[in-house]
């Protein structure tokens, strides 16, 4: 994973916390997920998705995602 492939999905808006797609480059590439298409993951606490999307396009797996204060007006 190279973070600057995800530069395009970062905004204000988007952004819940520093350095996410960093941590998460060094995550996936220390530890590499060997997933496909019948693996899931569960991203609890994934802001507005952004590490989401990077794991589904990353790992090919299911990902289901959840995050408790994101205001659902917007």
Same mark, same amino acid.
């Given at each position: 994973m190279n973070y600057k492939d995800y530069l395009p999905y970062l905004s204000k808006d988007i952004l819940m916390g520093p350095s996410s797609l960093i941590i998460l480059e *060094? &995550? #996936? %590439? +220390?530890?590499? #997920?060997?997933?496909? *298409?019948?693996k899931m993951i569960l991203d609890l606490g994934c802001g507005k998705g952004l590490t989401s &999307?990077? #794991? @589904? +396009? *990353? %790992?090919? @797996?299911l990902i289901f995602a959840n995050n408790l204060w994101i205001d659902k007006k917007r």
């Open positions: *060094e &995550l #996936l %590439t +220390k530890h590499p #997920l060997i997933m496909n *298409e019948d &999307l990077i #794991l @589904a +396009k *990353e %790992t090919n @797996a």
